[in-house]
């Protein structure tokens, strides 16, 4: 069984890795090229190609598939099959109908919710009561193609993306596995349409909390966005990232500082902050960050004045 894989992400790792653990006979593994990262904007690797150039494995690193030449190069693998697990690039009719079998992807929601870049912050943010994940026969459709396997886990409203995010990687390659050891027996499942809702990738603004909202709301979002990018406020010109925080009682005008140990008003209820990560420090507790800053009671948050 030939297989080109197509990934980018940590979130593919433990697919290829597993893949080549069960020696299927992976001829080249496509991700996007080098990115420009960090504060010297220096070209880095994505996750997937350094794992897999550490692994002695072909890597393709196209920019687009509408170059005739690349798409040789793929012909020119005859794979069986595509397995594509987080690679950020939208794939062509063209590409999907290379191997001779057809093409395979992993997905990280319980389709046909989450179609999209972001299901694992998008459940999160949600407080959705499950999730899973989900091996699919791809079609030009993003995430729309008939379902081969699903496995479904249930969520208790602790998780982060991080740690959902390692979960959900490595229940995807398990999965990934036993599709591909029954591929004649997996019985093809279409998505219902009506229960259909989107991730889409996640913006700069996004990550920025909005205390008009309830406290609920920002707490599962700060969660959704641990360990990154982090949610983040404002406070007398400088950003705060927050990895956890905690509902509490508390009214005021939304975004005011209700005490010094950082409880924040919100829409409904309030946030108690607990680990904070101020601009060119380490994450640390809010007790420990208080020992050597103080938030005033009354002052607002997210305001360009104090």
């Given at each position: 069984?030939k ?8 979130f ?38 350094e ?67 972001a ?30 396997r ?42 219902n ?6 991730a ?12 008009n ?94």
């Amino acid at each position: 069984m030939k297989i080109v894989f197509m990934g980018s992400s940590t979130f593919a790792i433990p697919s290829l890795r597993i893949l080549k653990q069960a020696q299927f006979d992976v001829k080249a593994v496509y991700t996007q090229p080098p990115r420009k990262a960090g504060r010297g904007k220096r070209y880095k690797e994505v996750p997937l190609a350094e794992f897999a150039f550490s692994q002695d494995l072909k890597v393709e690193q196209p920019n687009t598939f509408n170059d005739p030449d690349v798409l040789a190069v793929l012909k020119s693998y005859n794979p069986d099959f595509l397995v594509v697990v987080a690679y950020g690039l939208i794939l062509p009719r063209k590409v999907l109908e290379i191997p001779k079998e057809f093409s395979i992807n992993v997905h990280g929601s319980f389709l046909p919710f989450w179609r999209g870049a972001a299901p694992i912050n998008h459940v999160i943010f949600n407080r959705d009561l499950y999730t899973g994940v989900s091996i699919i026969k791809m079609s030009e459709e993003l995430d729309a193609g008939p379902i081969l396997r699903q496995e479904k886990i249930m969520l208790d409203h602790t998780e982060t993306f991080g740690s959902l995010h390692q979960v959900l990687s490595e229940l995807g390659a398990k999965n990934l596995l036993k599709t591909l050891y029954n591929i004649n027996a997996n019985e093809e499942i279409l998505q219902n349409e009506r229960f259909v809702s989107y991730a889409p990738k996640i913006k700069k603004s996004d990550a920025k909390l909005d205390f008009n909202s309830q406290a609920s709301a920002l707490e599962a979002r700060i969660r959704g966005l641990a360990p990154t990018p982090g949610a983040w406020f404002e406070y007398k010109k400088e950003r705060f990232k927050v990895f956890s925080a905690e509902v509490v009682e508390g009214n005021g005008k939304a975004g005011s500082i209700i005490n010094e140990n950082l409880t924040i008003a919100c829409g409904k209820k309030a946030l108690n902050i607990l680990e904070i990560q101020r601009q060119g420090k380490d994450v640390m507790s809010v007790s420990d960050l208080l020992r050597g800053f103080k938030f005033e009671k009354g002052d607002n948050v997210n305001q360009s004045t104090h």
